[in-house]
């Protein structure tokens, strides 16, 4: 079975640009999820899908971060425009809606680097 | 905000010696997972305890819950190289907020051979 997936795993942005990752969760999971670590910091929580509905987005640090799941499928994460404070590596995790659904499982990152 | 406070952030040892890695919080969780990450890889879950005073082993690693579910701690007998790596405790909210992981900052491990 594969695992969470992440694309691009690197990427280098000037200030100002747009970047889009994009995240494809175990299949059968409901629950995707968005996380991010910024240099010396611990792993923080963006938000969180169940299907193609938001959960909760409480963790999303401003307005110019655009997460959807068009479908309950794939995720993308947008950042427009981006900022140099949005450097860091950016991980999706999913999980299944039972009563196991805190075993969340990582894909590889997104290293995002904005110049 | 819950917050997880993990001890120590670094630990360097030798092969075959013991070791505790700590996870506390004043904020109660539902349950609390132990990740391991490796270098450009995102982490890997190894456990998940629920139970207050709960405790799982998984070959020479043993992960205990709090009592009270405010902390845990991973415990590794006999290291090895292998267990190399960045460890990373995380606990579920309760009720709404159980979707929502909050991490601690992590425990680098290097056991030398």
């Known amino acids: 079975e594969a695992g969470v997936t992440q694309f691009p795993s690197h990427s280098v942005i000037e200030k100002g640009q747009t970047v889009t990752l994009r995240c494809d969760p175990i299949s059968g999971h409901d629950n995707l999820y968005w996380y991010r670590r910024v240099m010396g910091k611990e792993i923080k929580f963006l938000l969180h899908f169940v299907k193609e509905s938001k959960q909760d987005e409480s963790g999303m640090p401003n307005n110019r971060f655009l997460a959807e799941r068009t479908g309950g499928t794939y995720s993308t994460l947008k950042v427009q425009p981006a900022e140099l404070e949005d450097s860091g590596v950016y991980f999706c995790a999913s999980s299944q809606v039972d009563s196991y659904s805190y075993e969340q499982y990582f894909g590889p990152g997104t290293r995002l680097t904005v110049t | 905000t819950q917050l997880l406070e993990q001890s120590p952030q670094f630990l360097s040892i030798q092969e075959g010696e013991n070791l505790t890695v700590y996870c506390n919080s004043s904020s109660v969780f539902s349950s609390l997972q132990w990740y391991r990450q490796e270098p450009g890889e995102g982490p890997v879950l190894l456990v998940t305890v629920v139970t207050g005073g709960e405790v799982k082993k998984l070959k020479r690693l043993t992960f205990q819950f709090g009592d009270a579910r405010k902390d845990s701690s991973l415990h590794i007998t006999a290291a090895q190289p292998g267990d190399t790596g960045l460890y990373l405790c995380?606990?579920?909210?309760?009720?709404?907020?159980?979707?929502?992981?909050?991490f601690g900052d992590g425990t680098t491990l290097t056991v030398k051979p």
């Open positions: 995380a606990g579920a909210g309760c009720s709404a907020n159980a979707g929502k992981s909050t």
